[in-house]
């Protein structure tokens, strides 16, 4: 059972564009909703997170867009660039003291120059 | 860089063999979570510990076992390895802080299991 649907699977998009992910969720316990980027031969490591109390998070070129009643949510990029090249992961979590993480199946994102 | 370390990088085993793989967590994180992450997939969440004591499991098998010590360093053993353990696996650490937890991974170590 996949509790978190994401896609596309892979984006390419030009130098100086606006990258758009998209994710959806099932379990309405889930509460926090991280994005995470992940590099070949790296672990992910996080970009932006969200909680639902809130429908936008913006820092720096990324924006997280959520929509709770939809169980939807988003990563925005600004202004892509070449070194945003890598593997998106949106997760969610409930934020319920110690909490695990489930992922979607990540995107592959690649910025032409 | 986050703080969180692993070992081995690369291993390389065959079928039936077991494996151990170390972490060690960020300063002052309490919490280790593993997961396992196959090819072209989404990390999968296979258990987690706090304080020493496992404090929660996904949906694995009991051949994928763990420990967490005092210094709040973690193993991961899995035993009987199958072909389809082959996988990058990650150790992330964490820490409850005002009622937010962030989870920093690793780099993993990545298994071959031939």
């Known amino acids: 059972q996949q509790q978190v649907k994401q896609s596309p699977q892979s984006l390419i998009v030009q130098k100086g564009g606006i990258s758009i992910i998209n994710c959806a969720y099932e379990?309405?316990?889930?509460?926090?909703f991280p994005w995470y980027q992940q590099f070949p031969g790296k672990g992910p490591a996080l970009l932006i997170a969200?909680?639902?109390?809130?429908s936008e998070k913006k820092e720096g070129r990324f924006t997280i867009s959520f929509n709770k009643s939809a169980k939807q949510f988003s990563l925005h990029i600004m202004d892509s660039q070449p070194g945003d090249s890598a593997t998106y992961f949106c997760?969610?979590?409930?934020?319920?003291?110690?909490?695990?993480?489930?992922f979607g199946k990540g995107t592959m994102l690649l910025v032409s120059p | 860089e986050t703080g969180v370390t692993q070992s081995p990088t690369h291993l390389i085993k065959t079928r039936g063999q077991q494996v151990t793989l170390r972490c060690s967590s960020q300063?002052?994180?309490?919490?280790v979570s593993w997961y396992q992450q196959a090819l072209g997939q989404g990390p999968q969440f296979i258990f987690q510990?706090?304080?020493?004591?496992?404090?929660g499991r996904g949906n694995f098998p009991p051949r994928f076992s763990g420990l967490q010590f005092p210094n709040y360093s973690s193993e991961l053993n899995v035993n009987a390895l199958e072909l389809d353990d082959s996988a990058l696996y990650l150790c992330?650490?964490?820490?409850?802080?005002?009622?937010?937890?962030?989870?920093?991974f690793g780099p993993g170590t990545r298994l071959l299991v031939l």
């Open positions: 379990n309405t316990a889930f509460d926090y």
């Open positions: 969200i909680r639902p109390d809130v």
């Open positions: 510990y706090y304080r020493e004591e496992e404090n």
């Open positions: 997760a969610a979590s409930p934020l319920s003291g110690y909490s695990t993480l489930t």
């Open positions: 300063s002052g994180h309490n919490t």
């Open positions: 992330a650490s964490s820490a409850l802080l005002g009622g937010e937890e962030t989870q920093y």
